[in-house]
């Protein structure tokens, strides 16, 4: 991780060119992938699937596909995950396991982006059906 | 009605506020890749001393289901993530005129009765007489620490006016800031 982009596409990629594959299969709707989860806050949504963790890795592979990628450390050195940063500023993020309920999750964080092809802000937790 | 306070803690306070009067030397962070911002630490090295600005996510009660929430904090403790990093260092040399806090209040209420009442340590803004650098936590979930260089540095923060945007209609939010500045010892 840290040199070249993810998937060795050539030239880093913005999240808008990554959208027409993942969306094949995990519709985006209203700017959000998954349905709403428990929260009030509609931005924290799930995707449920028979292996969730099979299934965060797929998406994240596939939505941060061309972004400079590193790995997120825990505050004793391991390796969580790994982010991911994209042409258009958008930030992409895959924990192996939240703290909170043990999911695996993915965070797509379009704060700073350019264009996020329609994208929302929102925090994706993988759980089982 | 719950209260969260996740504002930096008055040590850590302590500690920004024994760097006013002295020389931020150098600050160092990640290559910046389109956004200026650094994951999870940047160092700030005052005089011949080093201080890290960490944000790690955290369990938390994020308005009503445990979610990982950012959470800033403020050290001389060097974590394994800094040998891990290849920072870019940006020299500076100037002296820490003030430095002021940028505390956020998130106040949710459901018909009509306030259920939260969370604070958050925003980000912080070094004035260096001429010039300011500024370091602010990006969105609730993010690690990021955005890096600001210039003047009036907390007019380039992100807008409270999008707090509750997304929310279920039958909740209420608002969001405000007040401006901290930390006194001198």
């Given at each position: 991780?840290?040199?070249?982009?993810?998937?060795?596409?050539?030239?880093?990629?913005?999240?808008?060119?990554?959208?027409?594959?993942?969306?094949?299969?995990?519709?985006?709707?209203?700017?959000?992938?998954?349905?709403?989860?428990?929260?009030?806050?509609?931005?924290?949504?799930?995707?449920?699937?028979?292996?969730?963790?099979?299934?965060?890795?797929?998406?994240?592979?596939?939505?941060?596909?061309?972004?400079?990628?590193?790995?997120?450390?825990?505050?004793?050195?391991?390796?969580?995950?790994?982010?991911?940063?994209?042409?258009?500023?958008?930030?992409?993020?895959?924990?192996?396991v939240s703290s909170s309920d043990g999911s695996p999750a993915v965070d797509i964080n379009i704060k700073k982006s350019t264009d996020s092809g329609g994208l929302k802000v929102q925090k994706i937790?993988?759980?089982?059906? | 009605?719950?209260?969260?306070?996740?504002?930096?803690?008055?040590?850590?306070?302590?500690?920004?506020?024994?760097?006013?009067?002295?020389?931020?030397?150098?600050?160092?962070?990640?290559?910046?890749?389109?956004?200026?911002?650094?994951?999870?630490?940047?160092?700030?090295?005052?005089?011949?001393?080093k201080y890290y600005i960490y944000s790690f996510t955290e369990e938390q009660d994020y308005f009503g289901t445990p979610e990982d929430v950012a959470v800033w904090?403020?050290?001389?403790?060097?974590?394994?993530?800094?040998?891990?990093?290849?920072?870019?260092?940006?020299?500076?040399?100037?002296?820490?005129?003030?430095?002021?806090?940028?505390?956020?209040?998130?106040?949710?209420?459901?018909?009509?009765?306030?259920?939260?009442?969370?604070?958050?340590?925003?980000?912080?803004?070094?004035?260096?007489?001429?010039?300011?650098?500024?370091?602010?936590?990006?969105?609730?979930?993010?690690?990021?620490?955005?890096?600001?260089?210039?003047?009036?540095?907390?007019?380039?923060?992100?807008?409270?006016?999008?707090?509750?945007?997304?929310?279920?209609?039958?909740?209420?939010?608002?969001?405000?800031?007040?401006?901290?500045?930390?006194?001198?010892?």
């Open positions: 991780m840290g040199l070249g982009y993810k998937g060795d596409t050539g030239h880093q990629h913005s999240i808008g060119e990554n959208i027409p594959d993942v969306s094949k299969d995990y519709p985006v709707n209203n700017g959000y992938f998954g349905t709403k989860g428990d929260s009030s806050d509609n931005s924290i949504r799930h995707i449920e699937s028979d292996d969730p963790s099979a299934t965060a890795k797929d998406f994240y592979d596939r939505i941060a596909h061309g972004g400079v990628e590193n790995d997120i450390l825990d505050k004793n050195g391991n390796i969580k995950g790994a982010t991911t940063k994209m042409a258009d500023g958008t930030v992409v993020t895959w924990r192996e937790h993988f759980v089982k059906n | 009605m719950k209260t969260i306070d996740i504002r930096l803690k008055s040590d850590e306070v302590s500690k920004l506020r024994s760097m006013i009067g002295k020389e931020l030397s150098a600050y160092l962070h990640d290559e910046f890749q389109y956004t200026q911002s650094s994951s999870q630490v940047v160092e700030v090295v005052v005089g011949d001393k904090s403020v050290t001389d403790e060097k974590l394994p993530i800094v040998d891990k990093k290849t920072f870019v260092r940006t020299p500076v040399n100037e002296t820490i005129k003030g430095i002021t806090l940028i505390q956020e209040n998130q106040r949710v209420f459901n018909d009509g009765v306030q259920t939260y009442d969370v604070w958050l340590t925003r980000g912080m803004v070094f004035d260096l007489g001429e010039r300011q650098v500024a370091f602010e936590k990006d969105v609730w979930f993010s690690e990021e620490i955005i890096v600001h260089r210039g003047y009036d540095l907390s007019s380039r923060f992100s807008s409270t006016d999008n707090f509750g945007d997304d929310w279920d209609k039958s909740l209420r939010t608002e969001c405000s800031r007040i401006e901290e500045e930390i006194m001198p010892e």
